[in-house]
């Protein structure tokens, strides 16, 4: 895997967040647009990349609300792969060739579509 393909972070103390940009895959199956995120393993579709997008913007939102709400965030993220960090407070997402090896999916996708490579920032709280 490039570089390009990893996620990166940053650390915000004053608000107890952190701002990562994740990789997006986009790609089409069966006629639909598919945005896939592979660290969070959540994906949106639509008829084109923009509807596609919305719908993963939506994903990702209530993906967020509901497991903040049910405080099973950083659990739901340490069974995706990620690991925490300072004293247990900040978020690693898994390394892009880790979630090839073990994520069916993601490697499916990989392996035997077309797709292009664009990215998304999103916000964690480091407590949840």
């Not at 701002?19 to 895959?25: A, E, G, K, R």
């Not at 247990?88 to 999916?105: F, S």
Request: proline letters at 4%; glycine letters at 4%; hydrophobic letters at 35%.
């Amino acid at each position: 895997m490039s570089k390009k393909a990893a996620v990166t972070g940053t650390w915000h103390d004053k608000n107890q967040q952190v701002d990562f940009v994740l990789p997006l895959i986009m790609f089409e199956e069966d006629e639909s647009k598919i945005v896939y995120c592979p660290a969070l393993d959540l994906s949106g579709y639509g008829k084109n990349e923009n509807d596609a997008t919305d719908s993963f913007k939506i994903v990702l939102d209530e993906y967020l609300i509901y497991t903040t709400r049910k405080q099973s965030l950083v659990a739901d993220l340490k069974a995706l792969g990620w690991r925490t960090v300072k004293k247990g407070k900040e978020l690693v997402p898994p390394d892009m060739a880790l979630l090839l090896n073990q994520n069916q999916n993601f490697s499916r996708i990989f392996n035997s579509h077309d797709f292009r490579k664009t990215t998304t920032s999103i916000s964690l709280p480091i407590y949840s």
